[in-house]
């Protein structure tokens, strides 16, 4: 589902109303494995693409 939603949100050009998903699922990852799993890594890269994501637009239409 969240892979739904960064996909949507940055098709309508709302990048960062999938940040709050985001930060959730790796807060639930943390909660269910522990800091340390590998789930949370890869929660965390996702939040971290999706910021970088973010930085990207902003640039371009600063560009624009």
């Known amino acids: 589902p969240y892979i739904f939603v960064r996909?949507?949100?940055?098709?309508?050009?709302?990048?960062?109303?999938?940040?709050?998903?985001?930060?959730l699922a790796v807060e639930i990852r943390q909660k269910s494995f522990g800091p340390k799993h590998p789930s949370v890594a890869t929660a965390l890269v996702n939040l971290a693409v999706l910021y970088s994501q973010m930085v990207s637009s902003?640039?371009?239409?600063?560009?624009?």
Do not use: M, R
Not at 9 to 23: H, N, R, T, W
């Open 7 to 23: 996909f949507n949100s940055c098709f309508l050009g709302e990048i960062d109303k999938a940040v709050p998903l985001y930060e």
């Open 58 to 64: 902003h640039i371009l239409t600063l560009y624009q």
